[in-house]
């Protein structure tokens, strides 16, 4: 399926992360195949080792995966614009971490995530029983603070699946919170990672939801398309929902190159 010319996809994994499948230079093909002008490749950043370690590169690959989307560009070049970036996470007490990673290279476009409240992977597949013994109310206050949190933290170009908790289904009572997160986006003047990998899971929706892509678009904070590629047919997944969820919002897409903006 070709797309509409010029755009890209934002979000996509390598398998250094442990739980993604394919070379780099196959989900580039698949972007070309569907007729994307480009993508950025935001593996899951390396971490503090106590933390998330299955689920995530090593600090000591960090080179090898920039080595690896260099040589993926410097084959595309001319037939598709390939980027480097990274998806970051937000977890209190690891800013100091985050940002001396961040530092040592010249990345294009930063996600900050938020995959953890406390101890408690709640996107993990492995974990969801813990949703029976949580208070959804409470969940979603502790998971939108977070948010806050990263949006405050002045590291990351945008917030990653804003409503990430209704994964598995289990939505928000009401979306208060999350609103309040919402108004400290725009207060930092971040984008929003529309990420259509929602589409695939449980809850049968892209993140945001179609509520939150209104409410975004009304505080005019833009949006990064991303598939959440974890293997090359997933490139692209999606998009022209996307597209048409977004117009119906009023919602602007944005892609980064060089950490900075561009409509």
């Known amino acids: ?18 739980h993604a499948n394919g070379h ?16 950025c490749f935001t593996d899951h950043m390396p971490m503090p080792a106590w933390y998330d370690a299955p ?7 960090l080179a090898e995966y920039v080595d690896t989307v260099r040589e993926v560009q410097a084959e595309y070049a001319g037939r598709l614009e390939v980027r480097l970036g990274l998806e970051a996470d937000f977890h209190p007490g690891t800013e100091r971490f985050v940002e001396r990673v961040l530092n040592m290279c ?15 992977g709640f996107d993990n597949p492995e974990f969801v029983a813990e949703y029976a013994d949580r208070d959804s109310g409470e969940l979603y206050g502790q998971y939108a603070a977070l948010v806050e949190g990263a949006a405050a933290c002045g590291l990351f170009d945008s917030i990653g699946h ?16 999350l609103l309040r997160a919402l108004d400290k986006v725009a207060e ?14 449980p809850v049968a929706e892209a ?13 005019n904070v833009p949006f990064v398309l991303g598939s959440d590629a974890h293997k090359p047919e997933e490139v692209g997944f999606r998009f022209r929902e996307a597209l048409a ?18 409509e």
Request: charged letters at 25%; a neutral charge; glycine letters at 10%.
């Open 188 to 201: 930092h003047d971040l984008a929003l990672d529309f990420n259509t990998a929602g589409w695939r899971k």
């Open 24 to 39: 780099p230079r196959e989900y580039a093909q698949a972007a070309l195949d569907a007729g994307l002008a480009g993508i």
């Open 162 to 177: 804003l409503d990430l908790p209704k994964k598995f289904g289990h939505r928000a009572p009401d979306e208060s919170a």
């Open 1 to 18: 399926m070709t797309l509409p010319s010029l755009l890209f996809d934002s979000h996509m994994h390598t398998p250094l992360c442990g």
């Open 245 to 262: 969820q977004l117009g119906e919002a009023g919602g602007r897409v944005v892609t980064f190159t060089g950490r900075e903006r561009r």
């Open 106 to 120: 010249a990345w294009d476009y930063v996600i900050g995530s938020v995959h953890y409240i406390g101890a408690w």
């Open 207 to 219: 993140y945001p939801s179609p509520e939150l892509t209104r409410a975004a678009a009304a505080r």
């Open 55 to 61: 689920w995530r590169m090593r600090l000591d690959q």
